[in-house]
């Protein structure tokens, strides 16, 4: 009797030593899925539009809050934005049209007449916009049919690498505001060396971008060195450090080592030839080697965060730095580094402009690229080759702008006006998911979690 009641006392346990078992299983499947979505090779850690980090502090609430939801989005979200903001800003160029506003007086009485001007308003500024940065079918031989396409790509260098510098930082968790002091000071270093230096051929060239590079490196390493020495915030120092950078600028311009011997206005001597960018395409074109750079450090870029031993610890430390540093990654120098390569990215920009466009140092070498490269780099959802066409894009609204404007008369701030329309769209993806009827994007569950799930479930039927 009491034998036959010792396996029967013993059976209700038995399940429950399964579950906890299962439950086990079921952690510790998650926890390798979870560190086999770092796999560098894989690339599967999916970029966040803002970095989530302590480093900059975390968005408040869970996985599922509302902030997170704003930061976060992807490739599909980034397109409908510029959509979205096409289609606003064609509806405000057609509010400033004359043509508009008189059908508009007769509206209720003949409505087709209203919405033909409507329409005929914004494609006509669309299309002028278009021949002013890619094709004009217009243009007088090459030269003038695809001058706006060399006229977009020149502009977009400066844009693409000062991009770059922001999109990496930002998958380390850091936020580079800084890169119009980069810029500054990379055009300084680099003018400097273009014309108080006269060296050979080639050597001057490469001396140019090599200072250039190293100044624009120190500078924004040394906000990463500050950061993780004193903990203070790289929003605030980069900040700073532009209107230090800025204001430095407009100093030297009025010292006898900087301002062009019989000028008095702020401006420097021209550059040596020798320290200049060829140009690609001849003297017809603008266009210069900057570009060629550009897309070699979108390629370097993608190389470094996919492929290299150093960016997996700048995607883990943008994910979660507490456990970067728990798994052995050194935070502080990482977040040295990081800051220094941002800075000799967007160091390439300052050599693009003093070496490649305007072959003269001013006080607006810079003018607003540092900032523009923010929303480039938004756009391009922080990755290399996102960032790469997302300067395209903004490079091809600065060209045709001026076009547009002489065409149709439509106010050139319109193109502003769509460019912060993108921004706060591509910040608000779940306003474009709204619009455009989407549903979000619900995570998938790894595959080795379901499988040791399955079999979890079966021992404890089993089991029961």
Do not use: C
């Not at 391009?380 to 065409?407: D, N």
């Not at 439509?410 to 993108?422: C, H, K, R, W, Y």
Request: overall charge positive.
């Amino acid at each position: 009797m009491s034998k036959d009641s010792q396996p029967q006392a013993a059976q209700p346990h038995e399940p429950q030593a399964a579950v906890t078992d299962s439950a086990v299983t079921d952690t510790a499947a998650s926890e390798t899925a979870a560190a086999a979505s770092l796999d560098t090779a894989g690339g599967k850690m999916e970029p966040s539009i803002i970095p989530v980090s302590a480093q900059s502090g975390d968005l408040p609430g869970g996985p599922d809050s509302v902030l997170r939801k704003i930061f976060t989005g992807g490739g599909m979200v980034s397109v409908l934005a510029v959509f979205l903001a096409l289609v606003l800003g064609g509806l405000l160029i057609a509010s400033t049209d004359k043509t508009v506003t008189q059908t508009a007086t007769y509206l209720f009485a003949r409505p087709g007449d209203f919405l033909s001007a409507v329409w005929k308003a914004a494609t006509q500024s669309y299309v002028a916009l278009f021949q002013g940065s890619v094709f004009n079918p217009r243009g007088a031989g090459f030269a003038g049919q695809f001058g706006p396409l060399m006229e977009t790509l020149t502009i977009a260098t400066p844009l693409i690498t000062a991009g770059l510098g922001v999109a990496l930082a930002f998958r380390a968790g850091l936020f580079n505001i800084g890169g119009q002091g980069q810029i500054i000071m990379s055009g300084i270093v680099a003018a400097w060396v273009g014309f108080a230096l006269h060296l050979p051929v080639g050597l001057h060239l490469l001396l140019v971008l090599v200072a250039g590079v190293i100044a624009g490196a120190l500078w924004g390493g040394l906000v990463g060195f500050l950061k993780a020495r004193t903990g203070a915030h790289e929003v605030i120092l980069t900040i700073m450090f532009n209107y230090v950078a800025l204001f430095f600028l407009r100093w030297l311009l009025t010292t006898p080592a900087f301002q062009r011997p019989g000028e008095t206005n702020p401006i420097s001597p021209i550059l040596d030839s020798s320290a200049l960018y060829p140009q690609i395409l001849g003297s017809q074109f603008r266009l210069h080697l900057g570009f060629v750079l550009a897309v070699a450090a979108t390629v370097f870029v993608w190389w470094l965060l996919n492929r290299s031993t150093i960016g997996f610890e700048f995607r883990a430390i943008g994910a979660n730095p507490k456990a970067a540093q728990t798994a052995g990654i050194k935070v502080p120098g990482a977040t040295v580094l990081v800051m220094a390569i941002a800075g000799a990215l967007s160091g390439m920009a300052g050599v693009a402009q003093v070496a490649g466009t305007e072959k003269v140092l001013t006080d607006g070498v810079a003018a607003s690229y540092g900032f523009d490269a923010i929303t480039v780099a938004l756009l391009g959802r922080s990755t290399p080759w996102g960032t790469f066409f997302a300067g395209l894009l903004f490079g091809a609204f600065r060209a045709g702008a001026v076009q547009m404007q002489i065409q149709t008369g439509t106010p050139i701030d319109i193109v502003l006006v769509v460019q912060s329309l993108i921004v706060l769209f591509i910040a608000a993806p779940p306003l474009v998911r709204a619009v455009f009827g989407l549903n979000p994007r619900k995570p998938k569950a790894p595959k080795k979690a379901k499988k040791s799930a399955t079999t979890a479930t079966a021992s404890t039927g089993g089991a029961a």
